[in-house]
């Protein structure tokens, strides 16, 4: 395992949730981190991302305004704050080390993911 998420869980609608990252070993660590979220048929698609050593952050539009990615340099550990959650925000969240971008094919390693699940 590269990355190892945390965090994830069941919630209802309008609920909040912080999933955490970290890399397994320092080697795993690159340049920037992300998230992104897949659920069941639909294909990986980005939420956010941020670098090591700027304070730029960048997001996907489903989720602007209500999500919050942000780091803890020390630890090595980065952090997704989820907000006003809707039921569309259900899906395994995956957390990748690699390259900025929004693609998956910018990441180089990827955590096993864990499942946030929204309920009405």
């Known amino acids: 395992v590269h990355l190892v998420e945390s965090g994830g869980g069941l919630v209802q609608t309008g609920d909040s949730l912080k999933l955490s990252c970290v890399p397994s070993?320092?080697?795993?660590?690159?340049?920037?981190m992300g998230w992104f979220r897949q659920a069941p048929g639909k294909e990986r698609e980005f939420v956010a991302a941020?670098?090591?050593?700027?304070?730029?952050?960048f997001y996907g539009n489903s989720v602007k305004g209500r999500f919050t990615i942000s780091r803890d340099n020390s630890t090595s550990t980065v952090y997704l704050e989820m907000n006003s959650l809707k039921l569309e925000d259900t899906a395994v969240y995956y957390c990748?080390?690699?390259?900025?971008?929004?693609?998956?094919?910018?990441?180089?390693?990827w955590g096993p993911g864990t499942q946030v699940t929204v309920s009405p």
């Open positions: 941020l670098t090591w050593n700027t304070d730029d952050t």
């Open positions: 070993q320092r080697a795993f660590r690159r340049d920037a």
């Open positions: 990748a080390s690699g390259s900025l971008g929004d693609s998956p094919t910018f990441y180089d390693y």
